[in-house]
């Protein structure tokens, strides 16, 4: 979940004179440097990096990020599949609480590790992925760290792991049944700046389920942090050596919007100007629809040229829907019909995310290297929309 206090730092833009709106522009530099951050907050602690697809699955990225990534983690069985062929010699983990029969065997083929979400989902598949992966279960800690109850993932009747309870009730009544389980995944925070937090989610562990941790091989301990410079890392060490030093446990990490929220921008023009209400409206080509969690977090994304004792204006998007806007923005810049702005901070689940609400074109896709060279990807036509909405040859035609 966004939280403006996190906000430190601003992705580097190309030129935009060079790129066409709507467009998402991702700096491979920035998801770097987040990449280092997160190792550099590591240390030598032996932690490993597996970037989240749910957060960002757009493959120049991901391949670019591959030299600083030990995997990728995948929700789905398509996700998997592109993780294998991105990073064919990495570490690919994949859990999913809704996977159908169908995947089972192609998550298996193409996972190193997969956790099961429940213990029905594990008794009903276990069959299907021996000797295929090496199975896991999410467990659910019972700590809620997150204020909003939409996105904790230990909230009330919580669809996401095991309660702890339930699995320490069933390591005591029947321990076979968790037989040929050998890791564990735990995520129950989201954009927290404060280790304290995870290194209190694996003391519970231990306390609760110590004995069977040291039957396993693997602790995956999800994501949900930002990995900071400003955040104090000693916690999150501590908690690494609690489960390397007394288990022999290799633990992973799968952060996403740490990684890439930083690194994605929209760049959109002004396309309209007019008063509303005495406030000045700048309608761009751009919508929340290509940024939903805008519209989903209600929070206000930062803008290029922002500031007080400006010029303001509601930054308002396409749609012909009413709350499709980014918010009130003071620019240092007078906008006119033409005018480019740039909203930032937004390169986790948007594109993954976007939708075509009212036809409206996805962004142009482009990526800029360290170098500063801005390479364009992917141009979204009528033809995209045309097959999305289940249309025919023959109706590209007319």
Not at 242 to 250: A, I, N, S
């Amino acid at each position: 979940m966004r939280s403006a206090s996190v906000r430190h730092s601003r992705a580097r833009h190309p030129d935009q004179a060079a790129i066409e709106t709507p467009a998402y522009v991702y700096d491979e530099a920035m998801i770097r440097e987040q990449l280092q951050s997160a190792r550099r907050a590591l240390g030598p602690s032996g932690g490993r990096i597996l970037l989240a697809m749910k957060a960002f699955s757009f493959v120049p990225g991901l391949r670019s990020a591959v030299p600083w990534l030990d995997g990728l983690h995948a929700s789905s069985a398509f996700e998997a599949r592109l993780a294998r062929r991105v990073f064919p010699a990495g570490i690919v983990h994949t859990t999913s609480p809704g996977m159908r029969p169908v995947d089972v065997p192609e998550v298996a083929n193409y996972s190193d590790r997969l956790s099961f979400n429940s213990l029905t989902q594990w008794e009903r598949f276990r069959n299907d992925v021996t000797g295929r992966t090496s199975p896991g279960i999410r467990v659910n800690p019972g700590l809620s760290f997150v204020e909003d109850e939409r996105y904790d993932p230990s909230s009330r009747h919580s669809k996401l792991g095991v309660p702890i309870d339930d699995l320490s009730a069933m390591l005591t009544r029947s321990p076979g049944a968790l037989q040929g389980i050998e890791g564990l995944l735990v995520h129950n925070n989201c954009e927290s700046t404060d280790f304290r937090q995870l290194l209190r989610v694996v003391e519970l562990l231990v306390d609760r389920l110590g004995p069977w941790l040291g039957t396993l091989k693997w602790v995956n301990l999800g994501g949900g942090y930002l990995f900071s410079e400003a955040m104090d890392v000693a916690p999150l060490r501590a908690a690494v050596d609690l489960l390397t030093g007394r288990y022999d446990l290799e633990v992973l990490f799968e952060p996403g919007t740490a990684i890439v929220y930083r690194a994605g921008s929209i760049i959109s023009t002004v396309v309209d100007l007019f008063e509303s209400g005495g406030e000045q409206v700048a309608v761009l080509d751009t919508s929340v629809a290509h940024a939903p969690e805008v519209l989903e977090f209600q929070f206000v994304p930062d803008v290029d040229g922002g500031g007080p004792g400006c010029h303001p204006y509601i930054l308002a998007g396409a749609s012909c829907l009413a709350s499709d806007t980014f918010g009130r923005h003071c620019l240092a810049e007078q906008l006119e019909v033409g005018s480019r702005v740039t909203i930032t901070e937004v390169g986790a689940y948007s594109l993954v995310k976007a939708s075509w609400f009212n036809g409206i074109a996805l962004p142009t896709v482009y990526s800029r290297a360290p170098d500063g060279t801005l390479t364009r990807h992917k141009r979204f036509t009528f033809e995209d929309f045309l097959d999305f909405s289940g249309g025919s040859d023959e109706d590209s035609r007319n």
